[in-house]
């Protein structure tokens, strides 16, 4: 059953329910031990934290700093501002100092909660450039002060302003005077073009959220769910919070590196993703298929076609699928496609909401085919998330994402841009009044600046309106879903489709580079370094006959007709990846100027 109460008080509510259940399992920095929590202790360390918090002298509404990955004192710290009616302001761990210092600057934050020693460096280098800046507390304890830095504390230090609730009944008095119209959080999103903004998020949306979505989405009290994505993510914190709304248990994944491990190691029911990471699953399922001897290949490509044929043509549209069908799809359940979930941690797999980026169809069905529930869906941060997903008890189609979630209005608009309206919709962005004007439509309806439309209930996209691509032969690219059907490639690490006024479509090609020696290894191709690589005509030749090959379904104007192999990887550090590591065209339109040009050069 869903406790649906105000963020203030939801831990303590559910500790009431639950009291010594496991609800948190972790590790500390650097550790390999897995610890838990429960819900009356979850309850315990918010109180102290909320008690700490108005002995720093925290104000109603006033904003908060979290600078840090995935951590149990990330929760602690929300829950805890949440309960004295204060705002959080959750910072990706990956921010640059000149983002850290925008946002800072642009929220008036005084204290800000920082994770390890990376966030703190950071945050020690811009403090004289935040005249608001005043204190900064650190999660991890073996993180490195600076000598002489006044304004530094760690967290167990900072736990002691709380104890024994000094506060308790100012903190009581907070939670009485409660209201869905606070503000809950600002969100600054990452953006490809532009400074960030910051998006409101109120209670009040958390709460039709979290009832829309308890309708829908049917994780539970026996769920173990992976906090996988930044908590700073607004799809992991809205999905994340539902989760403990339903009383399921949460694990939480500081290092994102380290995930597969964690899944090993944890045996998660659930978890949200962004299509990348199934995209990496299949790959390197499809990879071990290729080195099988030729009798397993020929079985799991059999397995493979009953399972798409069962899942896709039968499962996914609400029929009953024949019984041979049905006998030969759970024989393969039982041995090849468990084997696969076993090998990922997720014996016990019951769904797994993806969204974010486009999703590919070849990818979509590969989970579903091995007995993976793959839900995908659509939002935004100014929708707190969820706009639309797949139903489990519903039919649903491979390249939709999803139905509309309960009192959601969604309305196509010019040039079939989706407009939403509705409870879970933001009030607009920070201090930015001329913005949130562009935003908003007189009938209130936001502005998502994507395409699509809807079929039968469901809701399908075709491309953000502001990254569609115009050929100067008068032709429309949708870059991201050409740029998904080649990120299933082993040999492709990441791509950058080319084609604004261009005659024709071309792409930069970071390689998978470790996949591209094994295959030079294995066909003598000698090297001196990876721009050698990437410029051999033999890995030309071979890249080219498998992108072919992927394009197939493609029209012959949208398809990739020259690339550039990049020795080096698109990162954040360059300006070229955003937090959530969507890539920015306009940077790499600059930074590779001189390849794209070569690629237009005529023969």
């Known amino acids: 059953m869903q406790t649906n109460c105000h963020l203030s008080v939801l831990i303590h509510q559910q500790a009431k329910n639950y009291g010594d259940k496991t609800v948190l399992n972790y590790r500390d920095f650097g550790s390999l031990k897995w610890?838990?929590?429960?819900?009356?202790?979850?309850?315990?360390?918010?109180?102290?934290?909320?008690?700490?918090?108005?002995?720093?002298?925290v104000k109603v509404q006033e904003n908060l700093g979290v600078f840090?990955?995935?951590?149990?004192?990330?929760?602690y710290?929300?829950?805890?501002?949440?309960?004295?009616?204060?705002?959080?302001?959750?910072?990706?761990?990956?921010?640059?100092?000149?983002?850290?210092?925008?946002?800072?600057?642009?929220?008036?934050?005084?204290?800000?909660?920082?994770?390890?020693?990376?966030?703190?460096?950071?945050?020690?280098?811009?403090?004289?450039?935040?005249?608001?800046?005043?204190?900064?507390?650190?999660?991890?304890?073996?993180?490195?002060?600076?000598?002489?830095?006044?304004?530094?504390?760690?967290?167990?230090?900072?736990?002691?302003?709380?104890?024994?609730?000094?506060?308790?009944?100012?903190?009581?008095?907070?939670?009485?005077?409660?209201?869905?119209?606070?503000i809950a959080n600002i969100l600054y999103t990452s953006g490809t073009t532009g400074d960030s903004k910051g998006v409101i998020l109120t209670y009040g949306q958390y709460?039709?959220?979290?009832?829309?979505?308890?309708?829908?989405?049917?994780?539970?009290?026996?769920?173990?769910?992976?906090?996988?994505?930044?908590?700073?993510?607004?799809?992991?914190?809205?999905?994340?919070?539902?989760?403990?709304?339903?009383?399921?248990?949460?694990?939480?994944?500081?290092?994102?590196?380290?995930?597969?491990?964690?899944?090993?190691?944890?045996?998660?029911?659930?978890m949200c993703a962004v299509p990348r990471f199934w995209e990496k699953v299949y790959i390197g399922v499809k990879s071990k298929i290729e080195k099988a001897g030729p009798v397993q290949r020929s079985l799991f490509k059999r397995a493979l076609a009953v399972g798409r044929k069962y899942q896709i043509e039968y499962q996914s549209r609400g029929r009953r699928a024949p019984l041979p069908l049905k006998l030969e799809y759970e024989a393969f359940d039982k041995t090849l496609f468990s084997l696969v979930r076993k090998q990922l941690g997720l014996e016990n797999a019951h769904f797994f909401p993806?969204?974010?980026?486009?999703?590919?169809?070849?990818?979509?069905?590969?989970?579903?085919?091995?007995?993976?529930?793959?839900?995908?869906?659509?939002?935004?941060?100014?929708?707190?998330?969820?706009?639309?997903?797949?139903?489990?008890?519903?039919?649903?189609?491979?390249?939709?994402?999803?139905?509309?979630?309960?009192?959601?209005?969604?309305?196509?608009?010019?040039?079939?841009?989706?407009?939403?309206?509705?409870?879970?919709?933001?009030?607009?962005?920070?201090?930015?009044?001329?913005?949130n004007a562009q935003a908003f439509d007189p009938d209130g309806f936001f502005h998502t600046g994507d395409a699509g439309y809807l079929k039968d209930g469901e809701l399908f996209l075709k491309e953000r309106i502001k990254e569609l691509f115009k050929t100067s032969n008068g032709k429309y690219i949708a870059?991201?879903?050409?740029?998904?059907?080649?990120?299933?490639?082993?040999?492709?690490?990441?791509?950058?489709?080319?084609?604004d006024q261009r005659k024709f479509v071309s792409a930069l090609i970071v390689p998978a580079f470790a996949e591209l020696e094994e295959y030079a290894k294995d066909n003598d191709i000698a090297y001196e370094s990876m721009e050698d690589l990437c410029k051999n005509p033999t890995i030309i030749k071979m890249l080219t006959e498998r992108l072919d090959t992927l394009q197939q379904q493609l029209a012959s104007y949208e398809k990739i007709k020259r690339f550039t192999l990049l020795p080096k990887p698109f990162t954040m550090e360059a300006g070229e990846l955003t937090n959530t590591l969507k890539i920015k065209r306009s940077v790499l339109n600059k930074h590779y100027a001189a390849e794209i040009e070569e690629m237009y050069v005529e023969n």
């Open 35 to 57: 610890k838990t929590v429960s819900w009356n202790e979850f309850s315990a360390q918010v109180k102290v934290v909320s008690n700490a918090l108005l002995n720093m002298g």
């Open 68 to 75: 840090a990955q995935n951590t149990v004192q990330y929760l």
């Open 77 to 182: 710290t929300d829950f805890g501002a949440f309960g004295i009616r204060a705002v959080t302001v959750p910072l990706y761990a990956t921010s640059s100092e000149h983002q850290l210092q925008y946002v800072i600057g642009d929220a008036q934050i005084r204290f800000l909660f920082v994770g390890e020693q990376e966030q703190y460096d950071k945050a020690h280098r811009i403090l004289p450039l935040c005249p608001t800046l005043e204190k900064i507390i650190i999660f991890d304890r073996s993180v490195r002060i600076a000598q002489g830095d006044p304004s530094a504390m760690y967290f167990d230090d900072f736990l002691k302003l709380g104890e024994n609730l000094p506060r308790q009944s100012e903190v009581e008095t907070l939670w009485s005077q409660a209201s869905n119209d606070d």
């Open 207 to 270: 709460y039709a959220a979290f009832e829309a979505n308890g309708r829908c989405v049917p994780v539970g009290e026996k769920d173990r769910v992976m906090v996988f994505l930044p908590i700073t993510h607004v799809f992991e914190r809205g999905w994340m919070i539902l989760c403990l709304t339903l009383g399921a248990q949460l694990i939480i994944n500081t290092y994102p590196k380290e995930i597969q491990q964690s899944m090993r190691e944890t045996h998660p029911t659930c």
């Open 354 to 435: 993806t969204a974010g980026s486009y999703v590919s169809d070849e990818v979509e069905e590969f989970v579903h085919s091995i007995g993976i529930f793959m839900m995908v869906g659509y939002g935004l941060t100014e929708s707190l998330a969820t706009v639309s997903c797949d139903h489990m008890d519903k039919p649903y189609t491979v390249g939709s994402v999803g139905r509309p979630i309960h009192s959601i209005e969604i309305k196509i608009g010019e040039n079939d841009e989706i407009l939403l309206k509705g409870p879970t919709i933001t009030r607009g962005y920070y201090k930015r009044d001329a913005l």
């Open 479 to 499: 870059p991201q879903m050409i740029e998904s059907k080649i990120l299933v490639d082993k040999f492709v690490e990441q791509v950058a489709v080319i084609a």
